[in-house]
């Protein structure tokens, strides 16, 4: 099994900064890819940003590209969300995934955490 662990999450006013991270454990060696979701009030969950840990290859949501940065420390099991410029409508609970494999946002074999808030107030 993986266990996925997600912290940094807070409150920011309108145009700060915030880092998530993500820390995985278990059978890591199943992992070949993590990644970030969000799901605001209301709405359904959407992908963010993901990354392959072999090779670093990341993908990012049109709505974040040029705003968040996703990274990782493979020896740590562990991948970073740096959110630049945040806007209110980043406001949303944030998840972290790891998966066997990534196409885009679909993820296989994925294992979720439970998830960290983020509150942009404008």
């Known amino acids: 099994q993986v266990q996925v662990v997600e912290s940094g999450g807070g409150s920011v006013q309108a145009g700060g900064s915030l880092r998530l991270s993500c820390a995985a454990s278990?059978?890591?060696?199943?992992?070949?890819?993590m990644g970030w979701f969000r799901q605001a009030s209301g709405k359904e969950r959407e992908g963010v940003a993901t990354i392959y840990r072999l090779g670093g290859r990341s993908y990012y949501a049109d709505s974040v590209s040029g705003r968040f940065t996703i990274s990782q420390d493979y020896a740590k099991n562990t991948v970073y969300l740096q959110m630049n410029t945040l806007k209110p409508e980043d406001t949303a609970m944030y998840y972290c995934?790891?998966?066997?494999?990534?196409?885009?946002?679909?993820?296989?074999?994925?294992?979720w955490g439970q998830g960290t808030q983020v509150t942009v107030s404008s």
């Open positions: 995934a790891a998966a066997s494999r990534c196409w885009g946002f679909t993820l296989a074999d994925a294992t």
């Open positions: 278990g059978y890591i060696d199943t992992v070949n890819c």
